[in-house]
DNA sequence: GTCTATACCGTGATAGAC
DNA sequence: GTCTATCACGGTATAGAC
């Protein structure tokens, strides 16, 4: 009895994530998919239309819950604080990664990983619909910086903003840039925790840093 | 006549470049590579084995001097100080990272960009060799840091040069993670000048920053 | 609407003739 | 060294069954 078998396409997103954050996108094809799932090949097309855009709904399915924590965090931040710091609203954005990292059921660490990882190689499959449906997020955060950091003018902002993002997803995406020259000797321990601590005071002295001359 | 017409495998390594550069490594075919590079398609095979290993070729032509050149400036540098600032060390990885984006002979801004990128994403063709081949790299500069941040533990130490590679990458890659949110409304300018401008107080304040408690 | 079987074309790789 | 032929595998499209 497979009562509460789940449905068609839930079976697909679901052995989809795993083997994508498994494997990489373009090492999983949709007959390993398919076949796992024990669903017919051509239901990946039927209910997503390609695998590009079955990418993009695993993608979103965890994405969203985690921008809609991000804001929910700082709207909360701005509802305490008049003036929140530029640590305070960092971790903003920290929290809610290394809460749904720890979540197994949502992904875990291996999803915050290709989450970042995606990001971070700017992947052309996200471009148009992350680009879109998410530009709240920078404006929300771009507003609050503006007022933790009144010295920059919003270029400078940008920039600072960017570096700032840019370390914070390499440090999920787990790729120890690093280690790749590193090999073993260093850095093994791949604990959030551990990156965080770390991590902080690394970008908030970047992002506070004045402007030279 | 086609007195100097370049070898087979050149012809192959200058026309993957390009082409990889442009399209990136998966959407770039064997058959564009051969068609437009006027060889055989069993040729890439045979003279490289693989396309992952026509793409380690290509990428080793330009890796190999650019680690040469951030070496060389680091000898200088240290021969001319005793005790090189965190800043000049950074500028002498920045510096030959921005010559060459500057050098269309050698694959310029694009390729500093396919460069950077590889690097970020941890290219599953790069792990093996690149680390072998390129640990002096870091030992040199790990050095370096220790003597110029001697308040710093190694494992501090390592984080700090994993965060500020990371962003150094991430800026040249000029992959823009915030972009993907942001649209057009920001940091346009692909100047690379420009980046370093923003990038080297962002760094530098990053590497300095005290140990919190 | 949902699912299945199957065919199509492009991919990287390889064996063997020259 | 080079070339042709051929292979298995990839994503995709569609016709037709339920």
New interface residues.
């Given amino acids: 009895m497979e009562a509460n078998r789940p449905d068609t396409a839930t079976r697909i997103l679901d052995v989809a994530e795993q083997l994508f954050v498994e494997q990489g996108f ?1 090492a999983t094809s949709l007959r390993m998919i398919t076949q796992q799932a024990e669903v017919n090949l051509a239901a990946v097309n039927y209910h997503f239309g390609s695998k590009d855009a079955l990418f993009e709904s695993v993608f979103q399915r965890r994405l969203a819950p985690l921008i809609a924590s991000c804001l929910a965090e700082l709207d909360q931040l701005e509802a305490k604080e008049e003036h929140p710091s530029v640590e305070s609203l960092v971790m903003t954005f920290i929290r809610p990664c290394l809460a749904l990292s720890k979540d197994p059921a949502r992904g875990g660490a291996l999803f915050v990983r290709l989450l970042s ?1 995606t ?4 992947h052309r499959l ?2 148009e619909t ?2 879109q449906q ?2 709240v ?2 404006q929300r955060y771009t507003r609050a910086f503006r007022h933790a950091l009144p010295e920059f003018g ?3 902002l ?10 914070m ?3 999920f995406a787990g ?9 073993s000797q ?2 093994t321990a791949r604990d959030p925790d551990m990156i965080v601590k ?2 902080v ?12 001359g």
Avoid: C, Q, T
């Fill in positions: 373009e990882r990001l971070v190689e700017n996200l471009r992350i680009s998410y530009s997020f920078v919003v270029e400078e940008a920039w600072r903003m960017h570096f700032a993002f840019s370390v997803f390499n440090a790729n120890d840039v690093l280690k790749i020259f590193f090999r260093i850095v770390h991590l005071p690394f970008v908030v002295a970047g992002l506070v840093a004045p402007v030279p």
